[in-house]
């Protein structure tokens, strides 16, 4: 035998000076959960060493993985049902609790890379990521109206401090919209985070725990991808290429690498995958039971994140991957 593949992997070192792909703790944005109140830490059930946290908790919380040599996080809200309503109005407060943490952690980390999510549903009392109108035919979620909201929240952000805002909302046209309406307010330097090919999901459960953002009724099929489609994830990806995106994310990620690899063959922006919150949940709950090995589960998913084609992984397993690197 002339080709022996082995050759290459007989020795620690050797398997390390062919390692194709590594994980690095700067590919990684964590994402982190505010809710009101002082002093206050709500594990969230489904997701096991994740929680919510008060402001002056989440600014500790914070420090400790910046520590840690983590760089980017991305905050989500949790509001109180009786903040939320049709319009989403609360999401445009400054003194409210999200733009109000966002200026916070900006100003005590003016070095980390801190994006913001632009989407309805954590704020909306319908659980949807639009404006829902009630027609003639049924139940609807707005597309253009919905803009005009999701452009107030991006620019509300910027304003706050939003290094890049995430729209997660998978309106048409948001991206230019949000971009032009940034520009147009003078934060030409916030950066657009697209997430381009977001599916209809099933692994979104624990983050709607999380949020309490689970839709109150219908679901997300009219504005998220089928999971059975790739070649639509192009069309997605080249409009927000053309719209203006800095990133094209896609999500989930463990389900979807395909999709990853399609974008990152395609397109020449950094690729960011998305790996959400069941995705997490799976393997925490499998290794609770003792099932497989957590850590190496952990590893080897997210390495295959990075291999399929991201450069930036969003991943609730941040954390424990920085506490490793250390
Ligand atoms: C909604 C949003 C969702 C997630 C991020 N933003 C859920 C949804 O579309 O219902 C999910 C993230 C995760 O599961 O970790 N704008």
Redesign the pocket.
Known sequence: MLRRPRRNRQSAAIRDMVQENTLSVKDLIY?MFVMEGQNVRSEVKSMPGIARFSLDLLLEEIQECVDLGIQAIALFPNLPEERKDKYATESQNPQGLYLHAVSEIKSRFPELALMT?V?M?PYSSDGH?GIVHEGPNGIEILNDETLEVLGNMAVAQARAGADIVGP??MMDGRVGYIRERLDAEGFKKTGIMAYSAKYASA??G???DALD?APRFGD?KTY?MNPANSREALIEAELDLAEGADFLMVKPALAYLDIIKLLSDNFDLPIAA?N???EYAMIKAAAQNGWLDGQRAMLEAVTAMKRAGAKVILTYFAKEIATLNK
Do not use: E, N
């Open positions: 994402p999510d989407a549903d990521d997660s909302d692994f979104y624990p983050f709607r953002s997300k998220q998305y959400v919150s069941g």
